[in-house]
């Protein structure tokens, strides 16, 4: 058992190593990004399901935590004080798959074209789920979610997602450089890292098992490898699938869907997979706790609709421009640690890591780290 386990282990460290400098980075300026940009005023933004709402829903989302429990946790709550349903979902959406540290993982593990799939297909299933909406969600259901969300079950990350240390004032820049700017993004990377560590962690210690423990013609047979239609089809409609029931999201999700396009899944297929973060398991529990059993049901069909829809459209058009990877060569090494330029950007970006901590503890944040996973101070209505 100690030689296959240690496999695992070792293909999880290296993973680990690979992508230490790009997570620190990504937390880094999401930090920054969420620092300048408050919550406060996210519900009178998102009055209505219009393009225009939708943009700023995106936009928005981007700028917020890629953790996926305070993704819907403050979907809920902005949708309690007002926000349209449609538009909240959209800035929960944006929150887990438009943020600038998925694009960054993305890009280390997989490749660019990855990264560029991901930030043209996350629009593209928003205004999907847009239009599912529209023909298919009832006002009576609104409702009867709206009255369900207005009796403030707990999920996760409440805390979390309740808190805003935006700086206000001045120009972008000058709150940046400000002390209360260099505070507030020490906070929200510090925070960050709080509430994804745990996906990060097991996403990478499933992903080392699947490539230890699972035989390449186990995947080879389930993406159907060996018919190349097929899979371009098959791989969006399996891809979401195997990330329901792989209990992974956010993050922690990008080894995995490294472990399964080396294993053959189709590109568009791991579009899907990395969309789904916002249906496994846990996820759709609290949207039950949220808005009740049958909004749970009707997200998680129109959810997996509008991903796989989307998965499809990246397929066709990315393969038709000559973008899909010719050869499967995402980074799912054995462990080493050697003194080459991953190892200089690791021990670089650690030393920024550091830096943030101690401003953090410094100013008084570590009571904040008690908080997140409770409910937010006050009410959140």
Known sequence: MLGPIGHALSLAFAMFWEILWALILGFALSGAVQAVVSKAEMSRLLPDDSPRSLATACGLGAASSSCSYAAVALARSIFRKGANFTAAMAFQFASTNLVIELGIIMAVLLGWQFTVAEFVGGPLMIALLALLFRATLRRRLVEQARDQADLGVAGRMEGHAGMDMAVSGGSIWSRLRSPAGFTATSQYFVMDWASI??????????AGALAAWVPQHFWQGLFLEGRPLAAKLWGPLVGPLVSVLSFVCSIGNVPLAAVLWNGGISFGGVVAFIFADLIVLPVLSIYR???????????????YAAMVAAGLVVELVFGAVGLVPAERAAKVVEASVTWNYTTVLNLVFLAVA????????????????????????????
Do not use: E, I, N
């Open 354 to 381: 550091a830096v943030l901590v101690a401003r953090f503890v410094r100013t008084g944040g570590a009571p904040m780290l008690r908080m997140m996973g409770g409910p937010p101070a006050g009410s959140d209505r």
């Open 289 to 303: 706790r949220y808005y009740g059993w049958r909004m749970a049901g009707f997200l998680l069909l129109t959810f």
């Open 197 to 206: 560590w745990v996906d990060v962690a097991v996403g990478l210690l499933v």
